[in-house]
């Protein structure tokens, strides 16, 4: 018989479990066939290797000798074997695609240029989506890596177990008015002054956004009229220049249809939460940690470029935006 990696562990066995038949059980052999195996094994190290006695096995001198060796060769295998394995997954890892994703939007971009200066040796794929929903089923079903999206106050998305997700910060919603609109002539609107106007909106989906709002103007006293429904923003822009309607706008969006202007709201009623998203499987806490420093650099700057945001920031909007309570 050659002696085989294998005769080690059932060595080791048979010392650790102090008997013949308490050994068979862990190694999920016949007590006979255990025994067996141990006699070939000690005639081929030479010699007996346990001393037997009526309450089990225990090794003689040359069987703690050998243990001791048996011992290291078992561990620096399993070692190598992890090490291995670790080696493997990490270059799949690396020669996978970073999947990343999020809701259509300037966020999208601002995610994918933080990574391609974080990881620019990884192919990188993009998934962005109109649906909130379908951008966190792709996370929940790990078809996504790491994404970015909003979400609204009482409208949790449900992620599955192995998303991590963390708040960047909160982003207000301003309103986009005619430029002729008396309204427009504010630094700021209440809520309230445009219970007697027409709204357009994008599609209702599982976001809430369309709950959302008529939960808000609900408690602001009145139920707001979503009179036209549309996914693009530049068929809203034309109905809200020529005051068919007005509508809600992130701040950080390029507005720049003639004839209209955007205005914070009084008191902060309509914001989401921004959020960062990734598979704990695929992507490292550090990376996403990284990647959210830089989304956040690359968010104020962005800021800076859109006027109206920019004076609401100044004037105590970031307190809000970055608050401990987002």
């Not at 010392?15 to 862990?26: H, L, N, T, V, Y």
């Not at 052999?29 to 000690?42: V, W």
């Amino acid at each position: 018989m050659h002696l085989e990696f294998r005769h080690l562990r059932v060595l080791l066995t048979v010392a650790e479990a102090g008997s013949i038949r308490k050994a068979a059980a862990r190694l999920q052999l016949s007590q006979p066939a255990t025994s067996a195996q141990l006699k070939r094994i000690e005639h081929e190290l030479g010699g007996p290797l346990f001393v037997r006695g009526a309450d089990g096995v225990t090794p003689n001198e040359n069987g703690e000798y050998v243990l001791r060796c048996a011992r290291d060769l078992v561990g620096g295998f399993d070692r190598l074997r992890e090490y291995a394995r670790a080696a493997a997954e990490a270059d799949r890892q690396a020669a996978a695609p970073l999947r990343a994703g999020g809701t259509a939007g300037p966020l999208v971009s601002l995610l994918v240029s933080a990574l391609f200066e974080l990881v620019p040796e990884r192919r990188l794929t993009i998934d962005a989506r109109r649906s909130v929903h379908a951008l966190v089923k792709s996370l929940s079903l790990s078809k996504c890596d790491i994404a970015v999206y909003g979400e609204f106050p009482g409208f949790p998305l449900a992620v599955g177990e192995s998303v991590a997700t963390r708040t960047l910060l909160r982003e207000p919603v301003f309103v986009l008015l005619a430029e002729d609109h008396p309204l427009a002539r504010q630094d700021a609107v209440d809520l309230r002054e445009l219970a007697d106007e027409e709204w357009v909106m994008p599609e209702a989906d599982e976001s809430g956004v369309h709950a959302y709002l008529r939960l808000t103007c609900g408690a602001a006293g009145f139920t707001p009229s979503i009179a036209h429904v549309t996914p693009d923003l530049s068929v809203a822009q034309v109905l809200v220049a020529g005051r068919r309607a007005v509508c809600g706008v992130w701040p950080t969006a390029d507005v720049s249809a003639p004839g209209t202007v955007q205005r914070p709201l009084t008191g902060v009623p309509l914001h989401r939460r921004l959020l960062l998203a990734r598979n704990t499987r695929t992507v490292s806490a550090e990376l996403a940690d990284a990647a959210g420093e830089r989304l956040l650099a690359a968010y104020l700057a962005l800021v800076r470029q859109r006027p109206p945001y920019l004076a609401w920031w100044q004037a105590g909007g970031e307190e809000f935006a970055r608050g401990e309570d987002r």
